[in-house]
């Protein structure tokens, strides 16, 4: 959906947010909707609608990297100017999935930790090359780990994530992108609807992150960012004029977009819990069929979780 304008303050008035990704930007079917919980799109819309600036989600639960890349990316709006990506957790849960399936061999976890996780990465990273070919200012979100019960779900999530997590931040590293880390930020019971899925409140620290990233990257330095760089790859990606007679780079790391950070608050906003009836409302798109296939991960009772 896309977002208008209502009013500007003295803000950017061009700014427009982009959310594509998984449920972890598009979890309305997981909260009581109907009590009043909100969305971390809602509450998105609720700042948006405030500052003035514009806003589209295209994120989709269930989706998978190659789901967003194929059916999201396309889709990016031409004004867009702030993208949030959230995704690849699905990627991870379906690798859990086949280990699960194969009794946790030794075979099947080396083929998942090792191969598997190295494969995702690899898929993530061309994923961000593709969409720093769009000019926009991009944060790029971790992912955080399941509130399962199981003592071994929630240790190998710990390994799993812990080694897929630092590869996305190398990969932000690398292509200059912007980390809004959900692995440091969900530390309650409270911020979770169930295992896999944020509450209201764990939204509200999504939306209060992702609401600095857009407030620290002003339009004027994206105008210079696509101006002066357009898409550099990594640093080794540089233009034949940007070479002195000597074969020297003349770009160096200090001449690169200094927007750059890490966002981590565990900040909540009491406005953004409030509950809003109408705000609250909304019309869901069906399920994928892969997240209604993931609904025993979503039971709290997983300990005993068969596939």
């Not at 990273?125 to 969409?131: N, T």
């Not at 997590?165 to 969900?186: G, H, P, T, W, Y």
């Not at 004029?241 to 074969?247: E, L, Q, R």
Request: charged share 20%; glycine share 6%; aromatic share 6%.
């Amino acid at each position: 959906m896309s977002v208008p304008r209502e009013h500007t303050e003295n803000l950017d008035d061009e700014v427009h947010v982009v959310l594509i990704g998984d449920s972890t930007l598009d979890n309305g079917r997981y909260l009581n909707l109907a009590q009043g919980d909100l969305s971390v799109e809602k509450q998105l819309t609720s700042i948006c609608m405030d500052r003035g600036w514009d806003m589209t989600v295209l994120a989709q639960d269930g989706s998978m990297l190659e789901d967003v890349k194929e059916r999201q990316v396309p889709l990016i709006p031409e004004g867009a100017t702030h993208i949030v990506l959230s995704a690849s957790g699905n990627d991870l849960l379906s690798l859990l999935n086949q280990m699960v399936l194969a009794n946790f061999t030794f075979s099947s976890m080396y083929g998942t930790i090792g191969i598997g996780l190295n494969e995702v990465a690899e898929k993530y990273r061309a994923l961000l090359q593709q969409l720093k070919s769009h000019g926009c200012h991009l944060a790029v979100c971790t992912v955080y780990r399941p509130n399962f019960n199981h003592l071994f779900f929630k240790s190998l999530a710990s390994l799993s994530l812990g080694l897929h997590n630092s590869r996305i931040q190398k990969i932000c590293e690398d292509l200059d992108c912007s980390v809004i880390d959900f692995a440091n930020m969900f530390d309650s019971d409270e911020d979770f609807a169930n295992p896999l899925e944020l509450s209201t409140r764990g939204g509200s620290k999504v939306v209060e992150n992702v609401a600095a990233f857009v407030t620290d990257n002003p339009l004027s330095r994206l105008s210079r960012h696509r101006r002066d760089q357009q898409f550099l790859g990594d640093d080794t990606a540089y233009l034949p004029d940007s070479m002195t007679s000597w074969g020297v780079p003349m770009r160096c790391c200090a001449t690169r977009s200094q927007g750059r950070k890490t966002y981590a608050s565990k900040a909540i906003s009491k406005n953004l819990l409030t509950p809003d009836e109408a705000l609250a409302r909304s019309q869901l798109a069906p399920a994928t069929a892969f997240s209604q296939a993931q609904g025993g991960w979503r039971d709290r009772s997983n300990e005993t979780l068969h596939t």
